[in-house]
């Protein structure tokens, strides 16, 4: 299985590439990224693409990939609706459209967000434009595609945060995810499960597109 990465800098996107690495089912990983990751693998390859929002002169290299993982995601605190609207949906689809053409018959999973709205109308923006892109994706015509809404995440195997506001949510209140998770042991995720939910559901497929804490447990196995 080949597969296509996006957002390995980041803490979620980074837990999916290790995983996607460890894997013996997965051949081959192309990240995608405007900056390269400071890993070396013999399955990794790393595209770096500096224009998000055109992809038109390295079609050729995303050929023949069986799933992409789109993890790339920006915080929308005291961002504009239209700034978060392009970094969100805009260059998404700027990706998501050219690989379909290029690899009709993968899977797409794409990370959302717990609280997306779906109905696009909600008075939360960024649940709107995250709704708004998630519908998209879902009506592209990937064979399979699957919108990832983890809730609390918990970084392993080393992986810190990329948002500073993550760490220092992490390292105050990081002592509190243990007793969220013994209460309610559905609701809390790390970024391993996250990862080998998306190589199984991109294997076994899932009876929902929509994948919350609870089925990235299951999914995980």
């Not at 597969?3 to 081959?28: N, Q, S, Y």
């Not at 005291?78 to 379909?100: I, Q």
């Not at 999973?109 to 994706?137: C, H, I, P, Q």
């Not at 042991?185 to 497929?205: D, E, F, R, W, Y």
Request: aromatic share 8%; glycine share 10%.
């Amino acid at each position: 299985m080949n597969v296509i990465i996006t957002g390995a800098t980041g803490m979620v996107g980074k837990g999916v590439l290790l995983e996607c690495l460890d894997h013996p089912e997965v051949e081959k990983v192309l990240s995608i990224g405007r900056s390269e990751v400071e890993l070396n693998h013999p399955k990794l390859v790393q595209l770096i693409h500096k224009d998000f929002s055109d992809f038109s002169s390295v079609r050729d290299q995303l050929k023949g990939y069986d799933a992409a993982y789109l993890c790339m995601g920006v915080s929308a605190a005291g961002m504009s609706e239209e700034k978060y609207h392009h970094l969100t949906y805009d260059l998404t689809l700027a990706l998501a459209k050219p690989l379909h053409e290029m690899n009709p018959n993968m899977t797409c999973t794409y990370v959302s967000g717990l609280g997306t709205d779906s109905t696009e109308k909600g008075r939360t923006m960024w649940a709107r434009v995250k709704g708004k892109t998630e519908n998209a994706l879902l009506n592209l015509g990937f064979r399979q595609a699957f919108m990832f809404r983890p809730g609390g995440i918990i970084p392993k195997r080393g992986i810190k945060p990329s948002s500073k506001l993550y760490r220092r949510a992490l390292f105050w209140l990081g002592w509190l995810l243990p007793i969220i998770k013994a209460i309610a042991p559905n609701s809390i995720v790390n970024t391993s499960q996250v990862g080998l939910a998306m190589i199984n559901v991109t294997k076994n497929g899932y009876d929902t597109t929509i994948i919350h804490p609870r089925d990235i447990l299951k999914i995980a196995g």
